[in-house]
């Protein structure tokens, strides 16, 4: 760990994605996040890595899958209607069983919209925005700092389960600056390490070295029972991932709380400073902030639901989303209110404050 700097998170992510080992990457310029491609096509070159502004979302995610099969550390970033172009690509590297890295900094929509921060792709992210019966771990970042741990973080499990994986940023972390300090970069030792893929594809097979063998690389399943096999696996590897890498965060939460809150990513920054302003005021309120949005941590709201809990109150940047993943832990024990701002407006402190004393 070196000593801090003060960076866009755009930019951080990518540095950071360089350090965790990431020497191939592809994507298309979008706003609000080309920085961090144009850091990525200033820097890349400079550790031997490649960089390849393709022609569209589709031939990036395309090269993603390629780079992937190869047994490399490999990303793309986008934000959200070009995370839509990419979604079939996404499930194609789902369904072969692939890592790869896939940050979105999330803007207004849907269609166009505008290239303000909001948090409209929740649904997209963890219900699966392609086609098919596939998941894709995600996290949900709150400042610059946790933007940038989460590239190595994101890079571990998506080689851990051979599976993508979501960084879901939006438009302010990623135009925003704070001080971010850095890991230490991969060595060369860490490299040969992660050349050890047991399921990359290699055109030089070597007997010399058993990690390398031809590997058929494939998403395609034609027999309906060897897919059902092969869905069926998908779906175990999922189970696991719900056991293993539910993260959360909380804020508050003690057997005083008359409420709790549920918020992620920018919205939950605003929602920890208007709990702060109610605390001083002698009203107790709590936070769940999930880390991961996929696998969801709902066992982690059940439990901050004590006895003097009246209601339960979700706040995001979009038109309720996330809300449904808090009313199925819940489980009609207690009321789920929400609220939201959508088109690129973030609710400020006193909008939050105003909602959580009219809903106590």
Known sequence: MGEKVLMKGNEAVAEAAIRAGCRLYFAYPITPQSELIEYMAKMMPKVDGTFVQ???????????????????RVMTSSSSPGISLKQEGISYIAGANLPAVIVNVQ?????????????GDYFQATKGGGHGDYRVITLAPSSVQEFADMASLAFDLADKYRNPVYILSDGLLGQMMEPVEFKDAKTEKDFEELDKQHFAWCMHSNQDEPNHHHHEINSLEIDPKVLEKHVEKL????????????????YNINEENQM???????????????IDTLQEAGISV??????????????AIQKALNDKVKKVMVFELNLGQMVEDVKIAVNGKL??????????????????????????
């Open 286 to 299: 709590g936070l769940i902030r999930p880390i991961t949005v996929w696998p969801y941590p709902s066992e």
């Open 107 to 119: 803007r207004g929509g849907p269609g166009l919209g505008d290239i303000q921060p909001a948090q």
């Open 235 to 250: 779906g175990e590897k999922y189970n696991e991932i719900e056991k293993n890498e539910k993260r959360w965060e909380e």
């Open 54 to 72: 393709a022609e569209s979302e589709l031939a990036a995610i395309n090269m993603v899958y390629g780079a992937a099969g190869c047994g490399k």
């Open 335 to 360: 009321p789920v209110e929400f609220f939201g701002k959508v088109g690129g407006i973030v609710f400020t402190p006193e909008e939050v404050q105003e909602k959580i004393k009219e809903n106590l």
């Open 260 to 274: 709790v809150c549920v918020s992620f990513g920018t919205a939950s920054r605003v929602v920890k400073s208007a």
